[in-house]
């Protein structure tokens, strides 16, 4: 059972998280309801924003409550929960080591979405935090479950960032400050590097046995979740 007082403020922790992110221009458009974020809540439901709800507009009562499987546990005033809870929930089901995902339209992440270029490893810090590479998910249309399955398939490199073909990125944590922090770094990478080859000169890359120690300590760290998930 879901306690009430623990996911109250679960959605009160993720409303403000939503408007921090349509404040900083992470939504694509500050007056738009596009993008969504969600925190997980126990092994089988999260919380997760509505669909098509300005955010200025949105109070904690609007924040949905869902299964993984999309299915309604508490939806009020009338509101759908987001269209890419399909998404959400697959994330939550494959990595018990994330408990937040955010989904952006944030304007350098998607520079890199529309010409369907990985990030590759830059900086040690940025990497250890998301991933040796932050790769890119196969372009399906938003709200389906091919979108949903093309997730799953990408989920097996351990990264926390993902950059969605044609649409924006996906930013993952094992809270929501995590997440937040992870959207930060794909947005500051993603301009780095887009600067970097507006130059025309080379981009150095970390050394491979810096990627290689940055894969294991990423898969290291999903083995732990997993084990004490019971998975």
């Known amino acids: 059972m879901l306690s009430m007082s623990h996911y109250e403020n679960d959605k009160k922790n993720l409303l403000e998280a939503s408007l921090w992110l349509s404040d900083q221009g992470y939504f694509g458009s500050q007056r738009g ?3 969504n974020v969600s925190v997980r809540l126990n092994d089988h439901a999260m919380a997760i ?3 098509s709800v300005k955010y200025q507009d949105l109070s904690t009562d609007d924040i949905c409550v869902v299964g993984f499987d999309s299915s309604t546990i508490e939806v009020k005033n009338g509101l759908k929960p987001s269209v890419e809870a399909g998404l959400h ?6 990595r018990p080591d994330v408990n937040a995902v955010v989904h952006t339209h944030q304007i350098f992440g998607s520079v890199f979405a529309l ?3 990985p990030i590759p490893a830059l900086f040690d810090e940025v990497s250890f935090s998301l991933g040796q590479m932050i790769e890119i998910i196969p372009y399906a249309l938003s709200g389906s479950a091919e979108l949903a399955t093309n997730v799953e398939g990408k989920l ?3 990264a926390n960032a993902y950059l969605i073909q044609n649409h924006g990125i996906l930013a993952l944590g094992k809270n929501l400050d995590k997440a937040l922090l992870h959207a930060e770094l794909l947005e500051k990478v993603a301009h780095i590097y887009c600067l970097a080859l507006s130059t025309g000169k ?5 050394p491979a ?3 290689d120690f940055v894969a294991a300590v990423r898969k290291s760290e999903v083995e732990e979740a997993m ?3 019971g998975n």
Do not use: A
């Open 227 to 229: 084990k004490k998930s």
């Open 209 to 211: 046995s810096i990627t």
């Open 202 to 206: 080379p981009i150095t890359t970390l």
């Open 115 to 117: 010409m369907n270029t």
């Open 49 to 51: 924003t509505p669909s």
């Open 33 to 35: 309801s596009g993008g």
């Open 156 to 158: 097996s490199n351990n």
């Open 89 to 94: 929930g697959i994330v939550y089901q494959k």
